[in-house]
Each structure stands twice: as C-alpha cells, then as structure tokens.
C-alpha cells in the first residue's frame, strides 16, 4: 500500500530537525496512517479511512456586557391613587347624574379626575387630565367649599367655556387637587359632556 501523500516531506522534515542542536527536541506533527477496513456494502474492497483531528470547541457566547438588554416600566392605568396615611384620609363625595351619592377617602394631592375613574364613576376625561377638554367637568355644590380652591388658569376657564351645564361653582376634576382646606368636598356630575366621542351624542 503506497503512503499517504506528504509523508516523505514529513521524514525529511525529522531528518533536518535530528542534525540541528536547536530543533533535536522539536515534535513534528505526524500524519494519520490510514487503515484498511471493509464495509458491507462494497465486501471485496479495501477502503481507507484516516484518523482526523479533533475539533476546536464552540466559542463562547459574548460576555453578558455585550448583549443587549431590554427593561420594562410597570403600567401605570388612569385613575391611580396614592394610599392615604392613616390619619391623613380626606373624604370626596360624589353624585352621579342619576342622584347617587358616593364617598371616597383619599389622600392629599389626588385630583378629583383620577379618583372619579378609580372608582369606575362616569368622568371621561378624554384628555387625560392635560386640561385640554371639559369632559371631566363638575360643579361644587357648596359655594363656601367653592371659595377655597384655587382661581381656575386661563386654560380652564377656555375648557369651562365649552362645558355643557355650566355654572358659577363649575371646575375641571383634573384641576382640582384635594387638599385639608376643602375636606368633605361634595361634587356633583352634569347630566351631559361635550365630546363627540361620548355616548350621549350617539
């Protein structure tokens, strides 16, 4: 059986390398010697096969500083509340067009919009409270209670201008802020808003 192709270059490589004092311990790879096998399928034939070289293992996956990361922010709904402290719960009552009544405790810096849809009540609030709409328009019942918040902007008062039921005590809910002073407020929801979104229009 002849041998395998590059093997005389190989001896005369070894050869070289015995004559040298540098290179007398320098280990040159071997080439694979084949070896005769049969297979079934072709039972009057020699076939060689040759021992190959293991291979490189799989890289590594990149460091984790490389890979790029993705993050979440919790969903904040409309309508959320912050939890009073106990002993700090200030009470809002509302009534509905229809004549209920419903109170609420709530804590200090909560619009009156937020907890109207905290508490599945119908204020639209189509703007979501940037004061760009008069559908969470309400009206205060007590013109003391009135008298104590705070003077409607220039931007209020061009949303109240197109409010539906208009009064003297009416207010945006996105604007009025609940704070000690007004304690026990009472509001009440007009029969209609305008939005031709809404269900009254339909």
Known sequence: MPPPRGSSIVRNLQSWCTNRPFYANTTLPRCPRPTSTRTPAHSGLPTRTFTTRPMHPRLSLAPSRYLRRFSTTPYLPHGHLTHPKPGEELKVTFVTKEGNEFTFEVAE?????????????????????????????????????????????????????????LTETSRLGCQV?????IDGLKVKLPAMTRNLQASDFK
């Open 177 to 181: 802020k609940m704070k000690k002073d």
């Open 109 to 165: 810096g909560d619009n009156l919009l937020d907890i109207g849809q905290a508490h599945d009540l119908e204020m639209e609030g189509a703007c979501g409270g940037s004061c760009a709409c008069s559908t969470c328009h309400v009206i205060v019942e007590d013109q003391e209670m009135y008298d104590l918040l705070e003077e409607p902007d220039d931007d209020e008062n061009d949303m109240l201008d197109l409010a539906f039921g």
